[in-house]
């Protein structure tokens, strides 16, 4: 079999996934003005109007669970906001790095994922600024050789302890307000919890049978269903690095469905190639359900909405799976 070029990482509107914001020095230039223009302390981040607490999350995704623990008492700043901006290679611009000098705190998925983040706390050195990194607050390492996957918000133990650290952070800036939330951050572990209980739920009748993925984004969720991740290591991890999948590996993947080896494809819908465009194309040949994931907040969607959603159309294809065979 010939070899298949590598995927052009891409959003579904044929948009480079893989873009930077600004040029690098191009956007040092604007960073050293937009400090000089917004007269901030670099030693010591001012206090939002009105008392409120200034966040800045490098992604959406933590920016609505950190929105929903602080309520009317926090301003918000997500920095990856829409799905045309790809945290592992976006380059901070000057609005960024002033919303930066302005935070009270900082959340970051931290893994390698967003480390622009670092790149900007550096420029804006602060004793005062407490610094949230969600990876680190999981407690998950690398091991075995296998490399540490980042997508830490599909592990709902993970955004449990994020939400108990925002709500213990927002009451040292803030104790003014720390009843309410540790009240917001209650009810939304709350809602966590019952996030947990599907995917425990599920594990019990689907526990053991066969899943594939194109990248390892929503892997945490299919563990803690049961599910088997079927697909050639190395497929998954040349996709996700924008590099060739060797023919044999490909071959591989490709057979999982025309043997029916697996029940679902988890396909991560904001980005596309011709290998994954084979994935996606020998998944429905074979009639295997397939389910897109993605790594941003859809428009629309709550942190526990879009969740309670994934749930609901893996269970769905799993479902129909079972009826296929």
Same mark, same amino acid.
């Given at each position: 079999?010939?070899?298949?070029?590598?995927?052009?990482?891409?959003?579904?509107?044929?948009?480079?996934?893989?873009?930077?914001?600004?040029?690098?020095?191009?956007?040092?230039? *604007?960073?050293?003005?937009?400090?000089?223009?917004?007269? /901030?302390?670099?030693? +010591?981040?001012?206090? #939002? !109007? %009105? $008392?409120?607490?200034?966040?800045?999350?490098?992604?959406?995704?933590?920016?609505?669970?950190?929105?929903?623990?602080?309520?009317?008492?926090?301003?918000?700043?997500?920095?990856?906001?829409?799905?045309?901006?790809?945290?592992?290679?976006?380059?901070?611009?000057?609005?960024?790095?002033?919303?930066?000098?302005?935070?009270?705190?900082?959340?970051?998925?931290?893994?390698?994922?967003?480390?622009?983040?670092?790149?900007?706390?550096?420029? *804006?050195?602060?004793?005062?600024?407490?610094?949230?990194? /969600?990876?680190?607050? +999981?407690?998950?390492? #690398? !091991? %075995? $050789?296998?490399?540490?996957?980042?997508?830490?918000?599909?592990?709902?133990?993970?955004?449990?302890?994020?939400?108990?650290?925002?709500?213990?952070?927002?009451?040292?800036?803030?104790?003014?307000?720390?009843?309410?939330?540790?009240?917001?951050?209650?009810?939304?572990?709350?809602?966590?919890?019952?996030?947990?209980?599907?995917?425990?739920?599920?594990?019990?009748?689907?526990?053991?049978?066969?899943?594939?993925?194109?990248?390892?984004?929503?892997?945490?969720?299919?563990?803690?269903?049961?599910?088997?991740?079927?697909?050639?290591?190395?497929?998954?991890?040349?996709?996700?690095?924008?590099?060739?999948?060797?023919?044999?590996?490909?071959?591989?993947?490709?057979?999982?469905?025309?043997?029916?080896?697996?029940?679902?494809?988890?396909?991560?819908?904001?980005?596309?190639?011709?290998?994954?465009?084979?994935?996606?194309?020998?998944?429905?040949?074979?009639?295997?359900?397939?389910?897109?994931?993605?790594?941003?907040?859809?428009?629309?969607?709550?942190?526990?909405?879009?969740?309670?959603?994934?749930?609901?159309?893996?269970?769905?294809?799993?479902?129909?799976?079972?009826?296929?065979?």
């Amino acid at each position: 079999m010939a070899a298949v070029a590598a995927p052009r990482r891409i959003r579904l509107a044929a948009m480079n996934r893989r873009f930077v914001a600004l040029p690098l020095i191009a956007a040092a230039a *604007a960073l050293t003005l937009a400090g000089c223009a917004s007269g /901030a302390s670099a030693d +010591s981040p001012p206090a #939002a !109007s %009105g $008392g409120t607490v200034n966040v800045v999350a490098s992604t959406d995704v933590w920016g609505d669970i950190a929105s929903t623990v602080g309520g009317d008492h926090v301003h918000v700043t997500s920095i990856i906001d829409n799905p045309d901006k790809d945290p592992h290679e976006y380059e901070a611009d000057a609005q960024n790095q002033l919303a930066i000098s302005k935070a009270s705190v900082v959340i970051e998925n931290g893994g390698g994922y967003d480390d622009f983040v670092d790149t900007m706390l550096k420029s *804006a050195k602060s004793d005062s600024r407490t610094v949230l990194n /969600a990876v680190d607050i +999981s407690g998950k390492k #690398a !091991s %075995g $050789g296998d490399e540490l996957n980042e997508h830490v918000w599909y592990d709902f133990p993970t955004v449990a302890k994020v939400v108990d650290k925002l709500s213990a952070t927002y009451a040292k800036v803030d104790p003014k307000h720390a009843s309410v939330y540790a009240k917001n951050a209650s009810a939304l572990k709350s809602k966590i919890a019952a996030l947990e209980s599907r995917e425990a739920t599920l594990k019990t009748t689907y526990a053991g049978v066969g899943a594939s993925i194109t990248e390892p984004v929503p892997l945490y969720m299919l563990d803690a269903i049961g599910l088997d991740n079927k697909t050639p290591e190395k497929f998954s991890e040349a996709i996700e690095n924008d590099s060739d999948v060797a023919p044999t590996v490909l071959k591989d993947t490709l057979a999982l469905y025309s043997s029916h080896a697996v029940a679902l494809l988890a396909y991560n819908e904001q980005t596309t190639g011709a290998q994954t465009e084979a994935v996606l194309k020998a998944a429905k040949s074979a009639d295997i359900p397939v389910v897109p994931v993605t790594e941003t907040l859809p428009s629309g969607k709550t942190y526990i909405s879009w969740m309670t959603a994934n749930l609901n159309a893996i269970a769905a294809a799993l479902n129909t799976s079972a009826k296929n065979t």
